[in-house]
């Protein structure tokens, strides 16, 4: 099931950027993420009344990790940006690269309360690989 959410993510987060890249054109960029973040919370309380029994602490959970919050709200900004500057495909590029890269390091780690998952140096090959095809991508 993990693959499957994480495709499916990876089809909403794409058909995002480019709904909100477009959605910044008629309302700018700060009210549409203003809109976006806004209906995200109502959805997000919705589904918590809806599937959630009970109310969790919000003490239970360490208070960096709510930096998610803004962090979504920043992502949301530079996507909506990097989008009509680069093309879909050269942003998700870019993205997935940095992304990837960023998941190398917080897996090796251990960072965040992840569990550590030792990154052996020919995996690097791989990263590597993927950082070639980026560049096939990434060619006018």
Do not use: E
Request: proline fraction near 6%; avoid cysteine; glycine fraction near 10%.
């Amino acid at each position: 099931m993990g693959t499957i959410f994480a495709l499916l993510s990876g089809v909403a987060m794409a058909l995002q950027g480019a709904m909100n890249a477009q959605l910044s054109r008629p309302l700018g960029l700060y009210w549409m993420l203003t809109s976006v973040q806004l209906l995200g919370v109502l959805t997000s309380v919705g589904l918590a009344l809806a599937l959630t029994p009970r109310l969790a602490s919000p003490l239970s959970a360490p208070a960096y990790l709510y930096l998610a919050g803004p962090l979504g709200v920043a992502i949301t900004a530079l996507v909506a940006l990097s989008v009509p500057r680069l093309g879909m495909v050269r942003a998700t590029t870019f993205i997935l690269v940095a992304q990837l890269l960023t998941a190398v390091l917080l897996d090796h780690l251990g960072i965040l309360g992840l569990p550590q998952r030792t990154f052996p140096a020919w995996r690097l090959i791989g990263v590597a690989l993927l950082a070639a095809g980026s560049q096939i991508l990434l060619r006018s």
